[in-house]
């Protein structure tokens, strides 16, 4: 049973204008997120974090924004640069375990 | 400041033999992570160590994985005995504590022929 759920395998998007990523959880008690930027044949790299105490993290042109009632977080990046082309993974950190748990990825393709 | 690394970053091998997978944790780190991904998936957890001791080895899929961390930084992961369905990026990541953001290296791909 998938905990963290990204379901847009892909996205396009045209540089200049906003990518925004989704990501559902199931699990209530999950109160720390993240997402992670992947390049081919390297290690997942952090983004950005939220914890749930806030509704929105903003860090450059990219913002985390937390539905908790939804259960639903999303990556926003404004504006799109053609550098930003990578997989886009959300993860949910169990503070039971100290594990992540991530979603299976988006891909994004930042069209030039 | 150095990252986490991996090596090798390739590694193929048959079906039944050992292998095993090293990573080098950020200097400092307490904690470290191993996680595998298999194609079209996130990272999948599968063992975590505080200093030289596994704290939670639940992700580990069966007796034929084993993680060592003996002196608190280097870790090994060993496979025995393997299979093709082993087939993965292995990767590790650490952080300074149990709640901090984790780093990750940039894994090692096994392939099991």
Known sequence: ?????QNSPSLSVQEGRISILNCDYTNSMFDY???YKKYPAEGPTFLISISSI???N???RFTVFLNKSAKHLSLHIVPSQPGDSAVYFCAALDQGTYKYIFGTGTRLKVLA | GAGVSQTP???VTEKGKYVELRCDPISGHTALYWYRQSLGQGPEFLIYFQGTGAADDSGLP???FFAVRPEGSVSTLKIQRTERGDSAVYLCASSP?????????????LTVL
């Open chain 1, 1 to 5: 049973d998938q905990q963290v759920k």
């Open chain 1, 33 to 35: 997120f993240l997402w």
């Open chain 1, 54 to 56: 806030k509704d929105k």
């Open chain 1, 58 to 60: 903003e860090d450059g």
């Open chain 2, 9 to 11: 970053s390739n590694k």
């Open chain 2, 62 to 64: 069966n007796d034929r």
């Open chain 2, 97 to 109: 504590g149990a709640l901090d953001t984790q780093y990750f290296g940039p894994g090692t791909r």
